[in-house]
C-alpha cells in the first residue's frame, strides 16, 4: 500500500529531475541558431592574413541586425594575431550589415590547427572554429635602409647609424646573413644576421662610424643569403634571390692642423712686443683654402694678450703689467666644420725702462736772493728711485739730489742754459734741456727785493702778545710772535733782507742762509719781554752746503757781536726746514750754522738802536696812508759794502786801514835808533869832552851808569 510520505518523496525526486533536464536543454542550446562563428579561408599561410567574422541571419533589421545581442569577444590562441582593432565587438552599434569580421595573422609554424574562441553577451553564448596554417605561396622581400648619417663628419669622429632591415614579401625569411661595407671610414662591424623576420615586419641595427680621411664617405649595408618558410636556401646572385642592399654617402671634413713646432717659448718685455707672428704658417688643410680660415687664441694668464688681423692672420702679443711672469697661448683655426688648435709659452721677462720727467720747466726769474726755484718731478715706470743731476748749469744753481728741487739765486739778468739729468737704479737716464731767463728785480736799493712793508699794530699788552704774519717774497721769517712788559701803542715793524751788512758789523764764522733785519718803532729791548721767530731754510740749501738740519741756529747781533739764539727744528716739507727761535729784542739778525767761536769786533760799539734806527726819517721811510692796520711799503736805503758770492753766501768786502802799518813801521824805527845809540855812548865814554850835544841826545834813549866812589 503507498503511504502519503512515499508519494511525497517520490515527487521531490521526480521535481529534481525535471530540473535537470532543463538545465540540460539549455545548455544543449548555449549557442543561438540565428548565429555563425567561421574563419575564411579556413586555411591560411603563415604571413597571410585571413579573416575571423560573426554572421547572423536572419537580421534583425537593417539599422539594428544584432539588436537581441550586444557584444563578442573572441580569444586568440598564441601564433594567431590581431591585423588591427581590437578582439572586443560592440554589435549594438553595427548598423546596415549581417556581420562583424577581425582580421588575423598568422606568426606561428607551418601546419599547427589553431582554435579561436568566442563569446557573445558576455559569456552567455560561447563557440569556437579553427584554421590551418600552411606554408606560404612566394618568397619574403628584404630591404635595407641606412638613417642617422651625418651631413658632415670630421675625421677621427664617431657617429652612431642606424641600418634597418624589413621584410616587405609574402613569406617569412629565416637563416638571414648580411653585410656592412664603409668607403673613407671605419666601422666596427661588418656582418650581421637574423634567425627570423616574418613579412611585414622589421628589425635595426647601430654601427659605430669613425670617418678617416677627407672626402666622400660612405656606408652601405647588404645581403648575403636567407632561407624560405620550406627551408629553401635563397643566395646572392640567384634568380630568386629578392633582398634590395642600401649605401648612403656623406661629407668627411679634413681637420685644420696647428702645430707651433718652433714657437714654443716666446721672451717678451714687460713694456709689450710686437711678435707678428704669421698664424698660417703654422697650419695645414686639405680640404679648405688656408686663407679662409677662422683663427682664435686665448692666454691662460690675464696680463698677457693679442691680437689676430682677420685679413691677414698676424697674432700681436701684447703685455699688460710688469714682472717676470709666463702663460700658455692656445690659438685654434676653423674651416666653419671642424677645428684644430696648438699651444706655445709666452715668457714675459722685466725690462727696466727709463724714467720720465712730469714736469714742466720753469724758464723765467728774478735777479734776488733764491730769485729761482724749479722743483723738477719725474716718474719710473717699475717705481725705481731716480737721481736728479745738473748737467748744464748756470754758477751757483744747485740741485737737490733726491727731491730735484732746484735752488739758485741770480746775480745778473740774462739768459742761461739749463740741462736736468734723471736716472734710475737701472742707469736708466733722460735729460730736459731749457733755457731761464733772469729780469732785474723791481724796485732798488741795498736789498735784493722790493721795499718791505711796514707791520702796524694798534696795542699790545702784557696779556695780549702780538702776532705777525710776514708775508715777504724774499724775507724767510714767517711769523713773529712779541710779548711785552708793559702795554704798547701804535707799534711798527718792518721785515728786511740785508744783503750787506753795515761796516762795523763782522761776519759771523758760519756759513749763512740770509742775513735780515726787523726794524721796531715805539718799542725797546727793555719793553719786550720775549720774542719767537718762526724762520725756514731750503732743504737745497742744506744738501748744497753739507749742512745738516740740526747745524741750523739764528743769531742776533747785540753788544757788538752775533749771539746764537735758542732755536728748535718744528718739522719740514719736501721743500723747507722749519724751526723757531726765542729772541730777547730785535736788530740784526743772521740764519745760518753756529758758530765755531764768537767774534768781537774791535771797532766802536754799535747799539742796536743804532744799527737799526727806532724812528723812520722821513726823508728815507716814508710812511703812505695806512690801509687796513698796516703801512704800505715804503724803501729803504742802505749803504752797500757786501756783495754774495757765487753760492749765494754773503761776503762782506773788508775795508783796508793803514793805521797798523804806521804804527809797525815806527815802532821799528825806534828799535834801530836805540840800538845805534847805545852802541855809540859806549864806544865814546873814555874821551873827555868829546860830544857833549851828542851824549845829551843818546843819553835820553841810554841811562848812563853811576860812577864809583874812590876809596
Not at 604571413?47 to 567574422?53: N, P, Q, V, Y
Not at 719725474?378 to 735752488?407: F, K, Q, R
Request: some cysteine; charged content about 15%; proline content about 4%.
Amino acid at each position: 500500500m503507498i503511504t502519503m510520505s512515499k508519494m511525497l518523496k517520490t515527487w521531490k525526486i521526480g521535481l529534481f529531475v525535471l530540473n535537470l533536464i532543463v538545465l540540460a536543454s539549455i545548455v544543449c542550446a548555449g549557442w543561438p541558431s540565428d548565429l555563425t562563428f567561421s574563419v575564411t579561408p579556413s586555411s591560411s599561410t603563415v604571413g597571410t592574413s585571413f579573416i575571423a567574422k560573426l554572421v547572423i541571419s536572419p537580421s534583425g533589421g537593417p539599422v539594428t541586425p544584432f539588436k537581441n545581442y550586444v557584444d563578442a569577444n573572441i580569444s586568440l590562441p598564441a601564433g594567431i594575431v590581431l591585423m588591427s582593432g581590437t578582439d572586443f565587438a560592440d554589435l549594438s552599434a553595427v548598423s546596415g550589415i549581417n556581420e562583424y569580421q577581425w582580421y588575423l595573422n598568422s606568426t606561428g609554424s607551418v601546419g599547427s590547427p589553431y582554435q579561436i574562441n568566442i563569446s557573445v553577451n558576455g559569456t552567455q553564448f560561447t563557440n569556437y572554429t579553427t584554421v590551418t596554417i600552411n606554408a606560404p605561396v612566394g618568397t619574403p622581400q628584404l630591404v635595407a635602409s641606412v638613417s642617422n648619417i651625418p651631413d658632415y663628419s670630421l675625421i677621427g669622429s664617431h657617429n652612431t647609424v642606424t641600418v634597418t632591415i624589413n621584410n616587405t614579401g609574402n613569406d617569412v625569411a629565416k637563416n638571414i646573413t648580411g653585410f656592412f661595407s664603409a668607403q673613407k671610414a671605419n666601422i666596427n662591424a661588418t656582418s650581421f644576421s637574423i634567425a627570423n623576420l616574418n613579412n611585414g615586419s622589421s628589425t635595426s641595427f647601430y654601427v659605430d662610424v669613425v670617418a678617416s680621411s677627407a672626402g666622400t664617405g660612405s656606408l652601405t649595408a647588404g645581403f648575403s643569403s636567407y632561407k624560405k618558410s620550406d627551408d629553401t636556401l635563397i643566395s646572392s646572385g640567384s634568380a630568386e634571390f629578392n633582398a634590395s642592399g642600401a649605401t648612403e654617402s656623406f661629407i668627411i671634413n679634413a681637420n685644420p692642423v696647428v702645430e707651433f713646432g718652433s714657437v714654443v717659448h716666446v721672451d717678451i718685455g714687460d713694456n709689450g712686443y710686437n711678435s707678428n707672428y704669421d698664424l698660417d704658417n703654422y697650419v695645414s688643410d686639405n680640404d679648405t683654402a688656408i686663407a679662409s680660415l677662422v683663427w682664435s687664441c686665448n692666454s691662460t694668464n690675464n696680463n698677457i694678450t693679442k691680437t689676430i688681423n682677420p685679413s691677414t692672420h698676424k697674432l700681436n702679443i701684447t703685455t699688460l703689467v710688469d714682472g717676470d711672469y709666463s702663460g700658455i697661448m692656445t690659438c685654434s683655426a676653423n674651416d666653419s666644420h671642424a677645428s684644430g688648435s696648438d699651444s706655445f709659452t709666452v715668457h714675459v721677462h722685466r725690462v727696466n725702462d727709463a724714467p720720465w720727467f712730469t714736469s714742466t720747466a720753469i724758464t723765467t726769474g728774478t735777479a734776488v736772493w733764491g730769485g729761482y726755484s724749479y722743483d723738477v718731478n719725474a716718474a719710473d715706470p717699475e717705481g725705481d728711485n731716480i737721481t736728479y743731476l745738473l748737467n748744464t748749469y748756470p754758477t751757483g744753481m744747485v740741485i737737490d739730489s733726491l727731491t730735484g728741487l732746484i735752488s739758485w739765486s741770480p746775480r745778473d739778468v740774462g739768459s742761461y742754459n739749463v740741462d736736468v739729468n734723471i736716472s734710475d737704479t737701472a742707469n736708466n737716464s733722460v735729460n730736459q734741456s731749457f733755457t731761464i731767463v733772469i729780469v732785474a728785480p723791481t724796485g732798488s736799493g741795498g736789498s735784493s727785493s722790493s721795499a718791505p712793508k711796514i707791520y702796524s699794530v694798534s696795542s699790545i699788552t702784557p696779556d695780549k702778545p702780538a702776532v705777525l704774519f710776514v708775508s715777504e717774497s724774499h724775507v724767510y721769517i714767517s711769523e713773529v710772535s712779541i710779548n711785552v712788559l708793559e702795554e704798547l701803542s701804535n707799534v711798527k715793524f718792518k721785515f728786511s733782507e740785508v744783503s750787506a751788512l753795515p761796516s762795523n758789523i763782522v761776519k759771523p764764522n758760519a756759513k749763512i742762509f740770509q742775513y735780515l733785519s726787523i726794524y721796531h718803532e715805539n718799542i725797546n729791548d727793555s719793553q719786550i719781554k720775549n720774542a719767537t721767530i718762526k724762520f725756514k731754510v731750503y732743504k737745497s740749501w742744506l744738501s748744497s752746503q753739507h749742512v745738516s738740519e740740526s747745524d741750523i741756529i739764528l743769531k742776533r747781533f747785540v753788544d757788538n757781536k752775533w749771539v746764537d739764539l735758542p732755536t728748535v727744528n718744528i718739522g719740514s716739507d719736501g721743500v723747507f726746514v722749519y724751526y723757531e727761535a726765542v729772541t730777547p729784542g730785535f736788530s740784526y739778525f743772521a740764519i745760518g750754522t753756529k758758530e765755531v767761536a764768537e767774534q768781537v769786533i774791535s771797532t766802536p760799539a754799535v747799539k742796536p738802536s743804532e744799527a737799526v734806527n727806532n724812528t723812520v726819517p722821513a726823508e728815507e721811510n716814508p710812511v703812505v696812508k695806512e690801509k687796513n692796520g698796516v703801512v704800505a711799503p715804503v724803501e729803504e736805503k742802505k749803504e752797500s759794502v757786501e756783495e754774495k758770492n757765487q753760492e749765494g753766501v754773503i761776503v762782506a768786502k773788508e775795508k783796508q786801514s793803514i793805521v797798523p802799518l804806521v804804527i809797525l813801521i815806527s815802532s821799528i824805527v825806534l828799535l834801530i835808533v836805540g840800538i845805534t845809540a847805545y852802541v855809540i855812548k859806549r864806544k865814546g865814554s873814555g874821551k873827555k869832552g868829546s860830544g857833549n850835544g851828542w851824549n845829551k841826545f843818546v843819553g835820553f834813549f841810554v841811562e848812563e851808569e853811576p860812577k864809583k866812589k874812590r876809596k
